[in-house]
């Protein structure tokens, strides 16, 4: 087990590297990241239950803590690497060799079969939304590309349930 834990604590020190490849100096890091998602995914999955959606938030809390995983292996892969590598077999091995005990559900959490992956997956979006806002703030330029996943977390089937949030994701677009 401590292995497993040492193993995790790589994400730490790992920077999310698009935020590195567009110049933001000392980015978050993938655990940085992981945190948010997780609690996020923890506020939205409460104003589901709110809404009367029956959805299982301790799974949901799970999928959010193990979706990045695996790049304590493989790294942040960024979008222009990705095109000349195998991303998904590699996390999936690598999730394999290291948590086997819930690859199930970190690959359920991969091909979005449930509504708690769908959940997870909307967080993930809006964690990095938020994220380049603040990098924004802080002078960061040249962020126009994340900014294109709105589009894609509008469309998710999960949105519906988000209007309001997605609203004021809007506003926060530069």
Do not use: C
């Not at 330029?141 to 309001?164: H, Q, T």
């Amino acid at each position: 087990m401590l292995e497993k834990i040492k193993m995790v604590m790589r994400l730490k020190v790992l920077p999310r590297m698009g935020w590195l490849l567009k110049g933001v100096p000392n980015p978050e890091s993938i655990a940085d990241h992981s945190y948010m998602v997780a609690f996020i995914t923890l506020l939205l999955a409460e104003d589901l239950k709110k809404k009367g959606v029956r959805i299982d938030v301790e799974k949901a809390l799970k999928m959010a803590i193990l979706h990045d995983v695996a790049e304590a292996v493989v790294t942040d892969l960024p979008l222009p690497a990705q095109r000349y590598l195998e991303k998904e077999s590699a996390e999936l091995s690598a999730f394999n060799d290291l948590l086997p005990e819930f690859y199930s559900i970190f690959n359920e959490y991969r091909e979005g079969s449930s509504l708690e992956a769908q959940l997870v997956k909307f967080a993930d979006k809006v964690e990095m939304l938020v994220q380049a806002h603040m990098y924004e703030l802080s002078g960061n330029r040249n962020l126009g590309e994340f900014w294109k996943s709105l589009e894609d977390l509008e469309r998710m089937e999960i949105a519906k349930y988000f209007a309001d949030l997605l609203s004021e994701l809007r506003r926060l677009k530069s």
